[in-house]
């Protein structure tokens, strides 16, 4: 089964409706949900999410989105090593330098980000929500 990463702007864009990006983002969302691939994130992300979904939404309940989030969102462990790899890269944003390095160990197939310029030089498949749709849409 495809291995798939999400980034938090993904998963915020399916979260929050954010238009014109949430449509991509949805379908990715149902995509994992039906099984036919399996996403990740960083546990860095879910702090991220929590502390934006809190932020934003004052009257919901972060926690119980992101424990429903949890039911087909997998957290790619992340260790010293990665750490360290993410100290020695050349990415500008360490955040970004944390989940490539997790990603890269975890044999992910597919990093889906709206932010692909701060992937440039990488060996993964860096793709934004709507490139991974296309690509989905032409293998079938």
């Known amino acids: 089964m495809i291995k798939i990463f999400l980034d938090s702007d993904i998963i915020l864009d399916y979260l929050l409706d954010r238009e014109p990006f949430s449509v991509y ?6 995509y994992i949900k039906d099984k036919k691939c399996e996403g990740f994130t960083t546990g860095n992300s879910y702090g991220n999410l929590f502390y934006i979904l809190n932020d934003i939404n004052k009257k919901k309940d972060a926690k ?19 750490i360290d790899q993410a100290l020695e890269s050349a990415f500008s944003d360490f ?5 490539y390095n997790s ?10 980000t709206r932010n692909k310029k701060d992937y ?9 929500a709507r ?10």
């Open 131 to 140: 490139e991974f749709y296309t690509l989905i849409c032409n293998k079938s």
């Open 103 to 112: 990603a890269l160990d975890f044999k992910i197939e597919y990093f889906i």
């Open 95 to 99: 955040e970004d330098a944390i989940q």
């Open 120 to 128: 440039k030089n990488c060996s993964l498949n860096i793709l934004d």
């Open 25 to 30: 983002a949805e379908w990715i969302i149902q």
């Open 64 to 82: 119980s989105i992101l424990k429903k989030l949890r039911k087909y969102i997998n957290v790619i462990p992340t260790n010293e090593k990665i």
